[in-house]
């Protein structure tokens, strides 16, 4: 099938499963040596669901149907994990089943949402799902960001960097608003992508609480 003109065709299936795949346990692989040895400045990157979830999205990027979006998004917090715990278990370091499994059940419900998303922004905006839709998509990555800054604020800052954490709400702020301008046109749906990014934000936050 020949892609129509200005598109961009989707990457081969078996190209884009070894990407995803080997992309993946890279990711967590760098969580794991990021945690031993990353600088103070930067060190939450490396304990936090945000790089996950980030490529979650580029994964998704590489399909163009809603169930493959879903599908590869969904694959990374798993993969992500082998390689997590493949490297700490190398390390010498401690593993536990049950976070491994909280870990892997959590990536699957942020993938998947995170694929449905950015297969809602990818639409061309003629044919994109209702704008209400496409609103609660644009917020959730700056939610994700948000959430894990209120927590990184409030709940840890006597351990971790308070700059790091400004640092991410303003990428959250930031991709909220490039998004907003680019992937929305009426302000209803500008306004719940406000909204969705707030409430993510404060459906993590709580989360991340715990009981």
Same mark, same amino acid.
């Given at each position: 099938?020949?892609?129509k003109p200005g598109t961009v065709p989707p990457v081969q299936t078996p190209r884009a499963a070894l990407?995803?795949?080997?992309?993946?346990?890279?990711?967590?692989?760098?969580?794991?040596?990021?945690?031993?040895?990353?600088?103070?400045?930067?060190?939450?990157?490396?304990?936090?669901?945000?790089?996950?979830?980030?490529?979650? #999205?580029?994964? *998704?990027?590489?399909? &163009?149907? !809603?169930?493959?979006?879903?599908?590869?998004?969904? $694959?990374? @917090?798993?993969? %992500?994990?082998?390689?997590?715990?493949?490297?700490?278990?190398?390390?010498?370091?401690?593993?536990?089943?049950?976070?491994?499994?909280?870990?892997?059940?959590?990536?699957?419900?942020?993938?998947?949402?995170?694929?449905?998303?950015?297969?809602?922004?990818?639409?061309?905006?003629? #044919?994109?799902? *209702?704008?209400?839709? &496409?609103? !609660?998509?644009?917020?959730?990555?700056?939610?994700? $960001?948000? @959430?894990?800054? %209120?927590?990184?604020?409030?709940?840890?800052?006597?351990?971790?960097?308070?700059?790091?954490?400004?640092?991410?709400?303003?990428a959250g702020v930031l991709v909220l608003a490039v998004l907003i301008t680019t992937r929305l046109t009426?302000?209803?749906?500008?306004?719940?992508?406000?909204?969705? #990014?707030?409430?993510?934000?404060?459906?993590?936050?709580?989360?991340?609480?715990?009981?």
């Amino acid at each position: 099938m020949v892609p129509k003109p200005g598109t961009v065709p989707p990457v081969q299936t078996p190209r884009a499963a070894l990407v995803l795949v080997l992309g993946s346990i890279m990711v967590g692989t760098g969580l794991s040596f990021g945690q031993g040895i990353a600088v103070d400045a930067i060190a939450p990157l490396f304990n936090s669901a945000l790089p996950i979830v980030t490529f979650a #999205a580029l994964a *998704a990027m590489l399909r &163009r149907q !809603l169930w493959a979006c879903v599908l590869f998004a969904s $694959a990374v @917090g798993p993969l %992500a994990m082998v390689g997590y715990y493949a490297t700490s278990t190398l390390r010498g370091l401690g593993a536990s089943s049950s976070w491994a499994l909280l870990w892997i059940v959590a990536g699957i419900i942020a993938g998947s949402v995170m694929g449905a998303a950015v297969w809602a922004m990818r639409q061309p905006l003629p #044919a994109m799902p *209702a704008s209400w839709v &496409r609103g !609660l998509a644009v917020g959730f990555w700056p939610g994700i $960001a948000f @959430g894990e800054a %209120a927590h990184g604020l409030t709940r840890i800052a006597d351990s971790t960097p308070a700059l790091y954490w400004w640092v991410q709400v303003g990428a959250g702020v930031l991709v909220l608003a490039v998004l907003i301008t680019t992937r929305l046109t009426a302000v209803t749906a500008r306004l719940i992508a406000v909204a969705s #990014a707030a409430a993510v934000g404060a459906g993590l936050y709580v989360v991340y609480g715990g009981p």
